[in-house]
């Protein structure tokens, strides 16, 4: 029988935790290659990764998460994780049953489970964790209430704009080649020629889609293979700044940095004491 977690429990070791008037924060690790069978929770929450990457099963479908994606789960939605050989931090924010019951009262548009991986609500889940790590004991609670409040908000406006889109079989493809070939010079009507659509067509469509042009896209794509890269190898940076395609290893450090807040060096300490203390553990 699948497992139904109440509120607030994850598989996850819990790194932080924070209470707010109907919202509940907390910050989960996982060691590299973590599995999570198929299960369910009684509460609706957004998951939000802040390091590593995974693979998620829902029904007959199946989601990649990588760095800035935010997925919302809605009460009793079945899943199943198979985490990539990678230390994965997750961000989880839960809503109360009174809160979330509140919120249909007005829009059912979060009674299916949404994925965004980039885009305003992106950004305010970022800025949501920035101050749920912040050492500020006055003005962190209201100022992530307020954020958290906001990114409900936003997600049923989003949800609800959306309903009825699906994401056309070209619009996959495109992004897949995106991905795949993301240390490549594209351009954008050689993707349009390979997916079978004008290039106007394919430019309105994508920034529809997923909130950004295909170049940021692209960029952010180049971005998790690095931190792939970094966390698993031992590659030196120059050689990985060459083979994503960057003209030297200070341009590929400042790309980083501005992406991710922190340089490549700093993240494969970091990403290597935690696999260290897992391990440990």
Request: with cysteine.
């Amino acid at each position: 029988m699948d497992a139904i977690l109440p509120p607030g429990t994850y598989y996850g070791n819990r790194q932080k935790m924070q209470q707010l008037p109907g919202i509940r924060l907390t910050e989960s690790a996982y060691a590299p290659a973590f599995v999570i069978p198929r299960h369910a929770h009684q509460s609706a929450f957004f998951a939000m990764v802040i390091e590593g990457s995974y693979r998620e099963t829902y029904g007959a479908r199946s989601r990649e998460c990588t760095p800035d994606t935010l997925v919302f789960h809605p009460a009793g939605e079945l899943h199943s994780e198979q985490h990539h050989n990678v230390v994965v931090r997750i961000l989880t924010i839960e809503t109360s049953q009174q809160l979330f019951e509140r919120v249909r009262e007005y829009s059912r548009a979060l009674d299916d489970p949404r994925v965004f991986q980039a885009g305003p609500l992106v950004r305010l889940a970022a800025r949501l964790y920035a101050e749920f790590r912040a050492d500020d004991r006055i003005a962190a609670r209201l100022a992530m209430e307020g954020l958290a409040l906001e990114l409900l908000a936003g997600a049923c406006r989003h949800s609800e704009n959306c309903a009825g889109r699906t994401l056309p079989a070209w619009l996959r493809r495109a992004r897949d080649l995106l991905t795949d070939r993301c240390t490549e010079v594209l351009c954008l009507q050689n993707v349009a020629r390979e997916v079978g659509v004008h290039p106007a067509h394919l430019a309105r469509t994508f920034r529809q889609h997923f909130h950004c042009t295909a170049g940021d896209y692209q960029r952010r794509a180049r971005i998790d293979r690095a931190r792939q890269l970094l966390a698993l190898s031992d590659t030196p940076l120059v050689e990985i700044a060459l083979a994503l395609g960057y003209a030297d290893q200070s341009h590929f450090a400042a790309a980083f940095k501005r992406h991710t807040g922190t340089s490549p060096n700093a993240f494969r300490k970091a990403s290597r004491a935690q696999s260290r203390y897992y391990a440990q553990s």
